[in-house]
């Protein structure tokens, strides 16, 4: 066996494996009267096209669960390659609110944040969840959809994020 597919324990090989999977960074916000909440998500995966539905996988200990659950709604924005502050703020540099304060944040009509220089903003009513382990998978039925910029993607793997390479 070469060093290179050296076996090791489940949780360390899985979280290697992890590491490796390069994935889109999207920000998730929410709003619950006047108080606005956000988080960085790499969870976001496609879920149909018939209804249109997304899924997200939000941790059960962080602000963000209870906020999506009680407001009932949700926007997905997919950061381009330009967002990199956002990605760290919105993924624990920044606390609460004051995560705002980094991007071009606006307030839609359905009184969700989002950013107008995302690839994409995907408003979406909480549809189902479904628990396991330590997270909650949260499943969005798309309502509204904003197209953004069309430019590079932000990538995460290996603990940072880049950018996007076409062969
Ligand atoms: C690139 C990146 C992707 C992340 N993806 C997820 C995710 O999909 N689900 C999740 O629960 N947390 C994810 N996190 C962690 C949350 O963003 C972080 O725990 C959250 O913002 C903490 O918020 P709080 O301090 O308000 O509870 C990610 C963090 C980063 C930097």
């Known amino acids: 066996m070469s060093e ?19 994935s889109s960074v999207s920000v998730i916000t ?3 009267g006047d108080a606005h909440h956000g988080m960085a998500a790499t ?11 997304l899924l997200v996988c939000i941790n059960r200990n962080i602000t963000m669960h209870d906020a999506v659950k009680m407001a009932g709604v949700f926007c997905v924005n997919i950061l381009g390659e330009t967002h990199g502050d956002v990605c760290d ?9 004051e995560r705002f304060t980094i991007g071009g944040w606006l307030d839609h009509d359905t009184g969700l ?55």
């Open 4 to 22: 290179a597919t050296v076996d090791t324990s489940v949780f360390d090989g899985f979280r290697g494996a992890m590491r490796r999977m390069a």
């Open 30 to 32: 929410t709003v619950n």
């Open 89 to 97: 703020a919105f993924g624990g540099k920044l606390n609460g609110a």
């Open 43 to 53: 969870s976001v995966s496609s879920l149909s096209f018939s209804p249109p539905s």
């Open 113 to 167: 944040r989002y950013l107008p220089d995302a690839a994409a903003s995907i408003f979406c009513k909480l549809d189902a969840t479904f628990e396991y382990g330590t997270h909650t998978i949260c499943v969005g039925l798309v309502e509204k959809v904003i197209l953004g910029e069309e430019g590079a993607p932000l990538l995460y793997r290996e603990g940072g994020v880049g950018g996007f390479r076409r062969f």
